[in-house]
């Protein structure tokens, strides 16, 4: 049997405001044996993140700088990236925009998903937005990330259908589920 050698997973910083739902899926997929990642750093924005509990969980060095000062913040979270030779950042349900600056030092190593079928309703209340123009699909998307909100390059996208009892509580559950699903095939496609 060929034993493969030398194989590093790229460490990784997750950057959240929430619950962590995703933030959780992504630590489960990184323990897999091929996973190309390996989850280094928890990031925060706000100390009441509830994703934070899975830093003691899982054993992972969090971080918290409010974004009050965003150049002060982002100048801080820099230094720590750097430190920890983290090589690429998923954004999920981070609710800060990230500065041109900060992106053009990592440029091409963000990631981020986002709840709608991109470029169709960028920014927030995707799921209220999709019911109100009757649309028949929603769903999920990861891209990176540019300048411009959720405008960079499209990886991977998951259509979800809209039933008519759908509500946008009842859609946003369902297009999580998917969001799971979608968020570990896009980082296996970046790296194969
Ligand atoms: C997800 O719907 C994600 O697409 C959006 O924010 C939500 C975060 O959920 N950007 P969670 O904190 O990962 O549970």
């Known amino acids: 049997m060929v034993k493969l050698t030398g194989f590093k997973k790229v460490k990784t910083a997750v950057f959240i405001s929430g619950t962590g739902s995703n933030l959780k899926n992504l630590i489960r ?19 009441k993140a509830k994703g934070l509990r899975f830093s003691d969980q899982f054993n992972i060095k969090q971080y918290v700088s409010s974004f009050k000062d965003s150049k002060v913040s982002e100048a801080k979270i820099l230094n720590l990236l750097n430190k920890e030779n983290i090589k690429l950042i998923c954004l999920a349900g981070f609710m800060k ?26 920014g927030l209340d995707t799921h209220i937005k999709a019911i109100q123009n009757k649309d028949e699909v929603a769903g999920c998307t990861v891209h990176f990330v540019t300048a411009k909100l959720d405008s960079g390059k499209i990886i991977l996208q998951k259509e979800v259908k809209i039933s008519e009892k759908d509500t946008p509580t009842s859609l946003a559950k369902k297009v999580l589920r998917q969001e799971h699903r979608l968020y570990p095939a896009a980082i296996k496609k970046i790296f194969n």
Not at 38 to 44: K, R
Not at 99 to 104: A, D, E, G, Q, V
Request: proline share 7%.
């Open 97 to 122: 925009i990230l500065s041109k600056n900060f992106i053009k030092d990592f440029s091409g190593k963000i990631v981020n998903i986002h709840p709608s079928l991109l470029p169709k309703y960028k």
């Open 29 to 47: 997929f990184s323990k897999i044996k091929n996973s190309p990642i390996s989850i280094d750093l928890i990031f925060s924005n706000t100390i």
